[in-house]
């Protein structure tokens, strides 16, 4: 079957099995490296893709779902050559470490930073909450989003 | 191959479900897929129900509030009629998961899963909530308590589908609570959790309304804690004695989580919490 939907922009249309995984056919099939596979059960959010803007996981997505649909993975935010304004405070606030988290990370502070473009850390912990990291400790993932929120509205400083 | 249906409107489900009567439902696949990947399995055809726009809409209806199935947590959560008609879900479901599985996951899909844990219930519960079931045959509604059968268990009939849940707006309940207890903020499935509803009259409890999740199999509400609360004020003493009630109603397991006598101990312990307010 075939399954069309646009990632990180670009139309695609994909021959296959719609009961794959979005996590597989965006790795394997499409190259969208940046999407990982941690659990495969929802737990760990290193799968995070942005569904028509809203924050989801690809490993609990069917390829049929897709059609039709938006994709936007970390490479969809930015790459080496432009990147993304978190991305940036993430490599700078040494916010990744072995960087398996990090593409989810991204997304999901992304997300949190549309809704609520000023969180305070509690807010922020909360909008990663559903992301897990085994190697930061997370205050410094925190420390990067703040300021990628703050970079984002202008420069000015919290309170 | 599996196939995936993925009908737009309800005469297609239908459709869908005479063509593939075996297949699984998905709605926010939260569970579903979750489960099916535990037990390898790979259905030969799935029904989702993600494009019945239908089935997404929470609006009022007469005297009441109909939540779609397939709303999500984060849509109730933040929906100006759940926020002011009834605050006790939109915490409730605020609750579950992260955002993304917020994002995914249904309150249909919380009710099917009939899971004991399952936040959105006792919220439901105090609400009075009636469960909308949809069928080619035409629409049925029932009670939570007649619907919540055990867990995993739900009074779903065959070609049967959860179309919505139907909350009445019986009463002004100034104090709308819901607290969880779990190991873990997000992710975390409930060790218990409690959802109270109380309308007071001149300080007193009018009426008061108190469900446990966790600590039964299924949403447990305490009459005799709420008959006793009835005509006193919320004060500590007066909630200690209410939550002995709570105490000896539920009946809670042990499980990998946390010791039938801790979630008991708990269970009443959440209520104190009132005296807060
Ligand atoms: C990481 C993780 C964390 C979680 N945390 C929580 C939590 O904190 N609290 C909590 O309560 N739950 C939690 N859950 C469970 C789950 O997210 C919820 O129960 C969710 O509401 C299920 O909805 P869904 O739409 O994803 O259901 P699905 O998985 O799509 O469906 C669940 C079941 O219900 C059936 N079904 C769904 N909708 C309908 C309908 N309209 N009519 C008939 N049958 C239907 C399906 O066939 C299936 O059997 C968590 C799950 C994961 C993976
Ligand atoms: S791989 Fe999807 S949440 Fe962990
Ligand atoms: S940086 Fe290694 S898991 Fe987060």
Redesign the pocket.
């Given at each position: 079957m075939t399954i069309r939907f646009t990632l990180n922009g670009r139309p695609v249309a994909l021959d296959t099995d719609p009961g794959r995984r979005a996590v597989d056919i965006l790795r394997e099939d499409l190259g969208a490296l940046s999407v990982k596979e941690g659990?495969g059960?929802?737990?760990c959010g290193a799968c995070s893709v942005l569904l028509d803007g809203e924050l989801k996981?690809s490993c609990?997505l069917l390829a049929a779902q897709l059609e039709g649909r938006e994709v936007v993975t970390c490479e969809g935010l930015g790459d080496q050559d432009a990147p993304h304004a978190l991305q940036v405070a993430f490599a700078e606030h040494g916010a990744v470490q072995c960087g398996f988290c990090t593409p989810g990370m991204v997304l999901a502070a992304e997300s949190l930073l549309r809704e609520n473009p000023d969180p305070d850390r509690e807010d922020v912990r909360r909008g990663l909450s559903?992301n897990l990291c085994r190697c930061t400790g997370y205050v410094k993932i925190v420390d990067a989003v703040q300021a990628a929120a703050r970079e984002r509205r202008g420069g000015r400083r919290k309170k | 191959m599996t196939r995936v249906l993925l009908p737009a409107t309800l005469p297609e489900l239908w459709e869908a479900l005479a063509a593939c009567p075996e297949a699984?439902?998905?709605?926010?696949?939260?569970?579903?897929?979750?489960?099916l990947r535990a037990r390898r399995q790979r259905p030969e055809a799935l029904v989702g129900?993600e494009r019945l726009a239908e089935?997404r809409t929470i609006r009022r209806q007469g005297r009441g509030l109909r939540i779609g199935?397939?709303a999500?947590?984060a849509m109730i959560a933040r929906h100006p009629l759940v926020l002011r008609h009834a605050p006790v879900l939109a915490r409730?479901?605020s609750?579950?998961?992260?955002p993304a599985?917020?994002n995914?996951?249904?309150?249909?899909?919380?009710?099917?899963?009939?899971?004991p844990?399952?936040?959105?219930?006792p919220a439901l519960a105090v609400l009075e909530a009636r469960v909308e079931?949809?069928s080619a045959g035409g629409t049925r509604l029932l009670p939570l308590s007649e619907f919540l059968l055990g867990p995993g268990r739900?009074a779903?009939a065959p070609g049967?589908?959860?179309?919505a849940v139907r909350v009445p707006l019986s009463a002004d309940f100034q104090v709308q609570h819901f607290e969880?207890a779990?190991r873990r903020a997000?992710?975390?499935?409930?060790v218990v959790s409690l959802a109270v509803l109380a309308r007071l009259e001149k300080g007193m409890v009018a009426e008061a309304r108190l469900a446990v999740?966790s600590a039964a199999p299924t949403v447990l509400r305490c009459p005799e804690a709420e008959e006793f609360l009835r005509g006193r004020r919320l004060t500590l003493s007066a909630l200690e004695r209410a939550a002995r009630a709570v105490r000896a109603a539920v009946r809670p397991i042990d499980d990998a989580r946390a010791s039938a006598g801790y979630r008991r101990q708990v269970a009443g312990n959440l209520l104190l919490r009132l005296a807060d307010l």
């Open positions: 659990c059960t929802g737990e996981l609990l559903g | 699984p439902l998905l709605a926010g696949g939260t569970d579903l897929l979750v489960r129900l089935l199935a397939l999500t947590h409730a479901v609750e579950v998961g992260g599985i917020r995914m996951g249904t309150l249909g899909g919380n009710l099917c899963t009939a899971s844990a399952g936040d959105s219930l079931l949809l739900a779903l049967e589908i959860v179309g969880k779990g997000a992710l975390a499935i409930a999740g």
